[in-house]
């Protein structure tokens, strides 16, 4: 899978991507991921990518023209599944659309910054608008830097054991049951016998009993009917 990002704030996203399991798919050939500096595109030479609101108000737009010309540069040299712009008013992400994401080859993400980007560009280019939470962010930075992690260790090949991410939470609309390692005993708290019998049908049983009911105590909404 092949990842550009736009982005105005580069500098924030180096760190995310340069470690644990974002870090082992790239190193593995499994991920690239790549920076694209919007100044770089600035319609002048005081580097101005921004500008005032139209009809008043506070805060400035990112510009039309510096996210289309590098737009158009990336989209001249490899066709993306989905040109994704981080906004506070988009989809909320969640697992079922991180899943479909990661079937995917190519992704373009647009990370806004200020009072977000000029709307022609929204219509004009961008196939999915995804929020990360409802609440506001200083840029799509932070956002686009979960986004990522959340679909890049879904590629096969990126995680030591695949089947790892089939249990985590959400995957079936459940939050994932309790979990232990040793010591088996600490400070007078037990693991559950259960865990250390060795019966692989009856453990399977009681972490979907306890994946449902931690459900239905803290996120009864993904319960449903």
């Known amino acids: 899978m092949r990842i550009d990002i736009v982005t105005c704030q580069p500098d924030l996203l180096g760190s995310p991507f340069a470690h644990s399991i974002v870090k082992r798919a790239q190193d593995k050939g499994l991920a690239e991921i790549h920076l694209h500096d919007l ?3 600035a319609i002048n030479k005081h580097g101005q990518i921004d500008d005032y609101v139209f009809g008043g108000g506070a805060g400035m737009v990112l510009r039309v ?5 590098c737009f158009d540069e ?3 040299e490899r066709t993306y599944e989905a040109v994704i712009y981080m906004t506070p008013d988009g989809e909320t992400l969640r697992q079922p659309l991180v899943n479909r994401l990661s079937l995917v080859g190519n992704l373009l993400i647009l990370c806004g ?4 980007v000029d709307e022609r560009i929204r219509t004009a280019y961008i196939t999915h608008e995804i929020s990360v939470g409802d609440y506001v ?6 956002g686009a830097a979960i986004l990522v992690d959340a679909v890049v260790r879904l590629l096969p090949g990126v995680l030591g054991n695949e089947e790892s991410a089939l249990s985590d939470s959400f995957q079936d609309n459940l939050l994932a049951p309790p979990v232990y390692t040793r010591p088996a005993e600490w400070r007078g708290l037990e693991v559950p016998e259960i865990l250390l019998s060795g019966n692989t049908p009856k453990i399977d049983v009681w972490r979907h009993d306890q994946a449902v009911e931690r459900t239905r105590q803290r996120r009864p ?3 449903g009917d």
């Not at 023209?65 to 010309?69: C, G, M, S, T, Y």
């Not at 962010?137 to 932070?142: F, R, V």
């Open 65 to 69: 023209e510096p996210i289309a010309a």
């Open 137 to 142: 962010l200083s840029g799509g930075e932070l």
């Open 221 to 223: 909404d993904l319960l």
């Open 113 to 116: 910054h200020y009072k977000g």
């Open 74 to 76: 990336l989209l001249a």
């Open 39 to 41: 100044r770089r595109y």
